[in-house]
């Protein structure tokens, strides 16, 4: 078979993965135990790493919060919450198997999600939380990550590009003359390993609606916050480029399942919110 076919078939193999809406189904490398097992490793590596925070209080609060979403996720998977200090940006080697893919860049947007169950929550998050309801849908939103195994099946994307190059480059086909040839093209299926993240985020967003109405906190509370940053303005290359999608898109995803919902009254609250929340803003 000669390279340029074997190219092309490289390059349906990883198309066809990039085809997939992400889903808890489709193309994925990771059995559960690998996911779990591996997703450990890594969660073990960020503790060594990270400013971690252990306040009982505050651990006791947010495994509270985030017990009572888990019954509305895939309990496939058991979540644990850590909290770390991130008003410093700390400095952390990327690391695989995480969502958002660019957790330790910058501000922390959402807590960090790893695959099979840890979950590292920035203590700004609910140092600035406006109210509960918005600090469960960021709980939510990583756990429903995980639900959906979107770091594994980024993982195995990755994979496939990376498997596609390396039967081009077998044959002595350079990334330049695979793309100048036509023969697959590697900036398009990196870009559409882009594609694939900010879709997930909005997956992750949509189930978050989900779990935090079903616990009983009002979604409405989740647009409000993506409103807020969506205000701040942004765009150019950094978002034609970035793995998180416009927070224009993420208020339309949240607004459009909150449609889809039946009428709740919301009512849901620890009670605890307000105390938390100061405690988290007092530690330094």
């Given at each position: 078979?000669?390279?340029?076919?074997?190219?092309?078939?490289?390059?349906?193999?990883?198309?066809?993965?990039?085809?997939?809406?992400?889903?808890?189904?489709?193309?994925?490398?990771?059995?559960?135990?690998?996911?779990?097992?591996?997703?450990?490793?890594?969660?073990?590596?960020?503790?060594?790493?990270?400013?971690?925070?252990?306040?009982?209080?505050?651990?006791?609060?947010?495994?509270?919060?985030?017990?009572?979403?888990?019954?509305?996720?895939?309990?496939?998977?058991?979540?644990?919450?850590?909290?770390?200090?991130?008003?410093?940006?700390?400095?952390?080697?990327?690391?695989?198997?995480?969502?958002?893919?660019?957790?330790?860049?910058?501000?922390?947007?959402?807590?960090?999600?790893?695959?099979?169950?840890?979950?590292?929550?920035?203590?700004?998050?609910?140092?600035?939380?406006?109210?509960?309801?918005?600090?469960?849908?960021?709980?939510?939103?990583?756990?429903?990550?995980?639900?959906?195994?979107?770091?594994?099946?980024?993982?195995?994307?990755?994979?496939?590009?990376?498997?596609?190059?390396?039967?081009?480059?077998?044959?002595?086909v350079t990334r330049v003359k695979a793309a100048r040839d036509g023969i697959v093209a590697p900036a398009a299926m990196e870009f559409g390993l882009l594609t694939f993240i900010r879709a997930s985020e909005l997956q992750a967003d949509k189930a978050a609606t989900e779990m935090?109405?079903a616990a009983g906190y009002d979604p409405e509370e989740a647009i409000r916050y993506l409103e807020g940053k969506a205000a701040l303005g942004g765009g150019g290359l950094d978002k034609l480029m970035s793995a998180h999608p416009t927070p224009e898109s993420r208020v339309a995803?949240?607004?459009?399942?909150?449609?889809?919902?039946?009428?709740?009254?919301?009512?849901?609250?620890?009670?605890?919110?307000?105390?938390?929340?100061?405690?988290?803003?007092?530690?330094?």
């Amino acid at each position: 078979m000669n390279f340029a076919i074997r190219g092309m078939l490289a390059a349906l193999l990883v198309l066809s993965a990039f085809a997939q809406e992400p889903s808890a189904k489709g193309v994925n490398f990771y059995s559960l135990d690998r996911e779990i097992r591996t997703g450990q490793q890594v969660a073990g590596d960020l503790e060594r790493s990270l400013p971690i925070i252990r306040v009982p209080r505050l651990d006791a609060y947010i495994a509270k919060l985030g017990a009572l979403l888990a019954n509305y996720a895939d309990r496939q998977f058991a979540y644990r919450f850590t909290v770390y200090e991130d008003r410093g940006f700390p400095s952390v080697a990327p690391a695989e198997l995480l969502m958002p893919k660019d957790p330790f860049l910058g501000q922390p947007v959402e807590p960090v999600a790893v695959s099979g169950g840890p979950i590292f929550v920035p203590i700004s998050l609910l140092a600035n939380a406006q109210n509960e309801a918005e600090f469960a849908f960021q709980l939510a939103h990583a756990m429903a990550h995980i639900a959906l195994r979107h770091a594994t099946k980024a993982a195995t994307r990755k994979e496939l590009v990376d498997l596609a190059m390396v039967a081009l480059e077998n044959e002595g086909v350079t990334r330049v003359k695979a793309a100048r040839d036509g023969i697959v093209a590697p900036a398009a299926m990196e870009f559409g390993l882009l594609t694939f993240i900010r879709a997930s985020e909005l997956q992750a967003d949509k189930a978050a609606t989900e779990m935090v109405a079903a616990a009983g906190y009002d979604p409405e509370e989740a647009i409000r916050y993506l409103e807020g940053k969506a205000a701040l303005g942004g765009g150019g290359l950094d978002k034609l480029m970035s793995a998180h999608p416009t927070p224009e898109s993420r208020v339309a995803a949240v607004k459009a399942r909150n449609q889809q919902l039946p009428m709740h009254a919301y009512t849901t609250g620890t009670g605890e919110f307000a105390e938390m929340k100061a405690l988290a803003g007092n530690i330094h």
